[in-house]
């Protein structure tokens, strides 16, 4: 049975160091090869530099700081007999067919007998790769095309050729997807696969009508990210970091590569982008692009590219009547619906680009997909888009938007013009009954909807709660039956922060669990698993003086919180994304936590100008067994930036466990919960919590004041660290007293209510709520 132990990775260039990178991720190590460079004292001197830069560029490659030490660094010319003792051979190398071809040659020398073989490549046919080898080779080859940056593109498009080993694609699929946390696509041998060809279409789309119907770099950046359900970096701020003449180069492929589709002008730059790349603009390899950050400091100021005049101006916030409007609907679909209907200049720069994407995603169905399924996940996926293009055709009505085209003189494609003579509504539909439900999707090809099948170890809360409503709800949180004896407490309030909709709901979930199931899983599957207490609401509270209620508020969340410490049924808490402040309080108290790789969890009060007030000092410093590691994590409101990283920090525990795909979140997170009923004995409140006292304080106190000396924290930094000493030395008692939790939830409380009223924390709210961002005042 083959196994994957050791990688071989070929090329160490950014995607080749990103992809040994997320394998060192998974516990995975590799051997990196590159060239060896003219003139260097090191012969592995290319591939060291792979790793470098995977560990400190920006997005960082690896999970933790330790993770290059699995990844071997080599070069072709001395070390590619070290492939046989690979399991997966990955090529990453330039985009050159005789290159590839070339290395694979000598690869195949060395190479073990059962190795598995494929390429990166975004676009060369693997049929040209792979002409001419033998068929032992060609059986253990195909495409895996990773997404860059690897560790946070969930894509990996694999690509079988006829030749491919069927239990070999298995295989593969089934790693990425598990090992390496990857949504896995089968894609055809076509240009570009699925995702690029949909992505640099939609790309050209964008910049053809930018130039036609004269709009601004920043009009169309402002329309283009999060309004519709992309990311934030948008059209022309994605081009600078992709690089201009990336963008450029795939395109200029892309077009030779696809003689017969009549849409493949669009891969071409427009006359200004071409004029950036004659200049050299490239974007931010190069220090300008369509952007350019000048001064310095407090000074420094974002220009943006006039592309008529290609001179530079401060970049303008653009309004449009429209946007400002639809910016509070907060439901995709219902935003990107009044957004298309509007008549200004938004609306009509939005349905062009729609309508396009639309007819020439439909178009390209079956070439370079059989359904619609997979162009979906792609472009989800690999572009991080909210909406695939069929899943945002239906968001606008699918057959109202089809009357629109048709009313404008488009010609639909014939395969849509068969679904509307069906009488289809949309290209996904729930079908079912007796409490069954599952989704279908509508086959093009076939002309009829058929079943999307499950997918095992993958669990949609959306879809149970459709299937069979939930236990309880309210405005904040709902407790949906997961099966098997496990209750799900659902968070889906606004970035699932905490108010007393989830709080009450904290108290109904173990109350439900304890008389009706046999264990809590906590989980939801928002952007964020909970970003913390509701801000306003607290500054609004200690504004008007209403101290009774805040503290009747924190200490509530501190008894929900032990509730869950105490509860006697395990609970498992599954977090993801940011884990921040109360949220991170509530994980750390559940017996167990199952978390995302993607982990940024911390304990950030001191940001707005707080402490922890929910059980996060006293569980920080159980942990730590030393109050003065949690004072400085604390009170520099230290982030993790992985599960692993946040293992280091004691955010998570030994025996806590980690999920490389987030779509198994919930899954394995059920699965942990059912593990624990076997053995789970509900514990009791601690009643003997070693503190340091007065002499821990001291200690603390004269950092804080070191620190302040050096200017390194304000004068409210200072009383902030004064107050966290205070409740982490453990009320400087004398001596080295042992205290109860309690004890330590109530000298949480006091600190927490004390700062919650001093003018200088009340303005950190306000900052914060206004710009998201923390005030240092």
């Known amino acids: 049975m083959r196994t994957i132990r050791r990688v071989g990775v070929l090329g160490a260039g950014t995607m080749g160091s990103r992809i040994a990178a997320h ?47 699995l990844v071997q660094p080599g070069n072709f010319e001395d070390h590619l007999h070290l492939l046989q003792e690979c399991d997966w051979i990955i090529e990453a190398v330039t985009e050159n067919l005789d290159i590839k071809r070339a290395l694979w040659t000598k690869v195949e020398i060395h190479r073990h007998p059962d190795a598995i073989l494929s390429t990166n490549t975004s676009g060369i046919p693997l049929a040209q790769i792979s002409a001419g080898f033998s068929p032992s080779f060609r059986a ?61 279409f939609f790309g050209g789309t964008v910049h053809k009508i930018t130039a036609e119907d004269d709009y601004t770099i920043e009009e169309v950046d402002a329309l283009t990210g999060s309004l519709i359900g992309l990311p934030n970096s948008a ?52 220090g300008q692009g369509f952007y350019r950050r000048t001064g310095k400091g407090d000074a420094k100021i974002i220009e943006a590219l006039d592309r008529k005049s290609l001179e530079y101006h401060p970049a303008l916030r653009v309004s449009f009547p429209s946007v400002e409007q639809a910016r509070s609907i907060e439901s995709l679909p ?55 293009p069929f899943e945002l055709w239906d968001a606008l009505s699918f057959v109202p938007t089809a009357r629109r085209m048709e009313a404008e003189g488009l010609h639909l494609p014939p ?90 709901m904290i108290y109904s979930a173990i109350e439900e669990t304890s008389n009706h199931f046999e264990a809590l899983v906590i989980a939801n599957q928002g952007a964020d698993f909970c970003v913390g207490a509701n801000l306003m609401l607290v500054l609004l509270a200690a504004q008007e003086g209403d101290w009774d209620e805040l503290n009747r508020a924190v200490h509530r969340f501190q008894q929900a919180c032990m509730a869950i410490k105490c509860s006697p049924k395990p609970v498992v808490a599954a977090p993801f994304a940011r884990t921040l402040g109360g949220g991170c309080e509530i994980v750390l108290h559940a017996a167990q936590a199952q978390a995302s790789a993607e982990l940024y969890i911390g304990l950030v009060e001191a940001g707005v100008g707080l402490i922890p007030a929910g059980g996060g000092c006293k569980e920080m410093l159980i942990r730590y067994r030393d109050a003065r590691p949690a004072f400085e994590q604390i009170g520099f409101a230290k982030v993790s930036t992985s599960a692993g990283d946040a293992r280091n920090l004691r955010y998570l525990s030994r025996t806590d466990a980690v999920t490389m795909n987030q779509e198994r979140l919930i899954s394995d997170a059920k699965d942990a919960a059912l593990k624990l009923t076997h053995s789970y004995l509900a514990p009791s409140p601690l009643t003997a919590i070693p503190t340091g006292g007065d002499q821990a304080f001291a200690i603390m106190k004269m950092g804080a004041w070191m620190a ?38 109530d000298l949480e409380r006091e600190a927490f209510l004390s700062l919650c009223g001093h003018p200088k924390t009340q303005q950190r709210m306000q900052h914060m709520l206004k710009t998201g961002k923390p005030l240092r005042n």
Request: with cysteine; aromatic share 10%.
């Open 140 to 200: 253990n080859f195909l495409g895996t095309h990773f997404f860059n940056p690897p560790r946070y593109l969930h894509l990996v498009e694999i690509i079988p050729t006829p030749a491919t080993d069927p239990h070999l694609l298995a295989l593969v699929s089934n790693f990425c997807d598990h090992r390496l946390g990857k949504g896995v696509v089968l894609c055809k041998d076509t240009p570009n696969f699925i995702a690029n060809r949909i992505g640099s």
């Open 235 to 286: 059209s022309f701020r994605l081009l600078d970091i992709v690089g201009l003449d990336v963008w450029a180069y795939v395109g200029k492929n892309l077009y030779e590569a696809t003689p017969h589709d009549p849409w493949r002008d669009r891969f071409l730059p427009p006359p200004f982008l071409q004029e950036l790349l004659n200049r050299g603009w490239l974007g931010e390899k190069s």
């Open 334 to 388: 219902e935003r990107l619906r009044a957004l298309v209907s509007s008549t200004d200049r938004a609306g009509a720069f939005l349905w062009k680009l729609f309508r396009d994407l639309f007819l020439y995603s439909a178009e390209r169905v079956p070439e370079i997909s059989d359904r619609i399924v997979e162009i979906d996940r792609a472009m989800r996926w690999g572009y991080a888009n909210t909406l695939g």
């Open 23 to 69: 394998f060192a991720n998974a516990g995975i190590p590799s051997l990196l090869l590159d060239i060896v460079l003219p003139n260097a004292a090191d012969r592995n001197a290319a591939a060291k530099k792979g790793i470098e830069n995977a560990a400190k560029q920006r997005p960082i490659g690896f999970f933790t700081g330790a993770g290059g030490s």
């Open 415 to 504: 395969s849509i013009v068969s679904m509307l003579q069906t009488g289809a509504a949309g290209f996904y539909r729930t079908a079912g009954r007796n409490a069954v439900s599952h989704t279908e999707y509508f086959d093009l090809p076939r002309s009829s909807y058929e079943p999307l099948e499950e997918r095992p170890g993958i669990t949609v809360l959306s879809d149970l709660k459709h299937a069979a409503g939930v236990v309880r709800k309210n405005a904040g949180a709902s407790l949906i039956d997961l099966g098997d004896g496990v209750l799900c407490l659902e968070f889906h309030s606004k970035m699932n922060s905490l108010g007393e909709d989830i709080i009450s």
């Open 708 to 745: 302040r000396q050096g200017n390194y924290i304000s004068d409210h930094d200072q009383l902030i660290a004064e107050k966290l000493a205070h409740v982490l030395s453990g009320g400087r008692l004398s001596g080295t007293p042992a205290v109860s939790e309690q004890y330590l939830l």
